[in-house]
């Protein structure tokens, strides 16, 4: 049985911690939870020891055994800490070092794997400072637990839902099934790898330029996945707004011909190369030097094709294995068949682009996976972190 410590912030969303309190005890995690005094207006300590049937911490000077040190004692005992609902407040405050209450004093004396679920008001959220401070969480090694979009408590709909606990439970079983004797034994393990993510964006003139609306989230969440399972992992990412994931290697670019140059440096060395990014296939002919000024009549503007990145791959390959990715909204596995075939890929994870509750931006998809050897996986649809799972738990054993 894994220990959990759960460490509650002053947040409303911090009535979802009894929830999760609760369903991670179902999936059989033991767990002790540690509250701030902000929390505590919100909700209390009972309700957690009732639930985890296990003792509540609320103070660094309210020790309950003497032969030990509280706040140290408590990160050492745990196999992960998961702070949720994080506030700004306390966001802040790890980024900076302050150990000013348990939940601070216990993060900054522990060197266990830490996972993070913000959860705040959108525009606290957006803040330079905030994303800032996130940043550093993540180059500190935490996980992110990213929040979701929906009613937020002071009435915006928007981004700054804490995680869903189900989602939360199951990001821990994958990470614990991805960290103990199957980590060692996982095909990546040791392995070169390659991601694309995100958008590229073709500059017309200073100002304007075509890009789509791909936010990286599905090749970032492939990157992490991969490092977990032991990969060495460059991530090749155009312009987006997620934090970089913990042990990746990451090289930021813009336009397709940018991704190219940086891919084809690369591509030797790699054993297997993840083309999840959303590559213009058209650029501007010609880049302006000055600002395009307003015409009478129409405008009309030309474009030039960029590099077919993983045609070009798939015609220069060796040894490396290729996933392709097909972004479709219409004859989905007929134009996913032609794209394994044409691009001489080794496998073609299409979907539907077409539903815009998923796909494009969503932290959902649903991917069929279409093998070479014309074996078909439907995965469903699921957080595009559990799909990066699920793709990797499929290629596990048919990467040859
Ligand atoms: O980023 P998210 O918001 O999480 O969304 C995920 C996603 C929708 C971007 C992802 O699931 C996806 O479908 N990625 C591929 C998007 C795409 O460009 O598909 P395509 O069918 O146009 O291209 C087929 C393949 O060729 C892709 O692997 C693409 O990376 C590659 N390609 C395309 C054009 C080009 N010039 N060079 C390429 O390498």
Request: glycine residues 6%; charged residues 20%.
């Given at each position: ?207 304007r330029y075509l890009s789509n609306r791909?936010?990286g989230k599905m090749g970032y969440a ?179």
């Amino acid at each position: 049985m894994k220990n959990i410590l759960l460490a509650v912030t002053g947040g409303i969303a911090a009535y979802k911690a009894i929830d999760l309190t609760s369903k991670l005890t179902q999936a059989d995690y033991n767990v002790r939870v540690m509250l701030t005094d902000h929390a505590q207006e919100f909700v209390t300590p009972l309700a957690f020891q009732a639930i985890g049937r296990n003792p509540v911490y609320t103070s660094t000077f309210r020790e309950h055994n003497p032969e030990e040190i509280q706040h140290v004692a408590l990160g050492d005992w745990a196999d992960a800490i998961v702070v949720a609902p994080a506030t700004a407040n306390t966001i802040a405050k790890l980024a900076n070092g302050i150990a000013d209450d348990m939940v601070t004093s216990t993060l900054l004396a522990t060197e266990t794997p830490k996972f993070i679920a913000p959860a705040m008001n959108v525009h606290m959220y957006e803040n330079k400072r905030t994303q800032h401070n996130l940043a550093t969480l993540s180059s500190d090694g935490y996980y992110f637990l990213e929040p979701g979009e929906g009613f937020l408590a002071c009435g915006y709909v928007a981004k700054g839902r804490m995680e869903e606990p189900l989602q939360i439970v199951e990001r821990l079983n994958q990470y614990f099934k991805n960290n103990t004797s199957a980590t060692k034994n996982s095909r990546f393990n040791g392995m070169q790898a390659l991601v694309t993510a995100g958008p590229t964006i073709e500059e017309l003139d200073p100002v304007r330029y075509l890009s789509n609306r791909s936010s990286g989230k599905m090749g970032y969440a492939l990157a992490e996945s991969l490092a977990q399972r032991g990969a060495t992992v460059t991530l090749i990412s155009g312009p987006t707004h997620l934090t970089p994931p913990k042990n990746v290697e990451v090289i930021q670019v813009e336009s397709a011909q940018q991704m190219f140059e940086a891919v084809k440096t690369r591509f030797d060395k790699m054993d297997i190369v993840f083309k999840s990014a959303a590559v213009s296939d058209y650029a501007p002919t010609e880049l302006l030097e000055h600002k395009l000024k307003k015409r009478q009549g129409d405008l009309t503007v030309t474009f030039k094709r960029t590099p077919d990145i993983l045609k070009y791959l798939g015609e220069h390959k060796d040894k490396q294995f290729l996933v392709g990715f097909a972004a479709e909204t219409q004859n989905i596995e007929s134009y996913a068949q032609k794209k394994l075939k044409s691009k001489n890929a080794d496998v073609i994870i299409a979907n539907n682009v077409g539903d815009r509750t998923i796909g494009f931006s969503s932290d959902d998809n649903a991917y069929t996976m279409y093998y070479k050897n014309g074996e078909t996986i439907s995965l469903g649809k699921h957080k595009k972190v559990i799909l990066a799972e699920h793709i990797l738990d499929s290629l596990e054993t048919r990467w040859k």
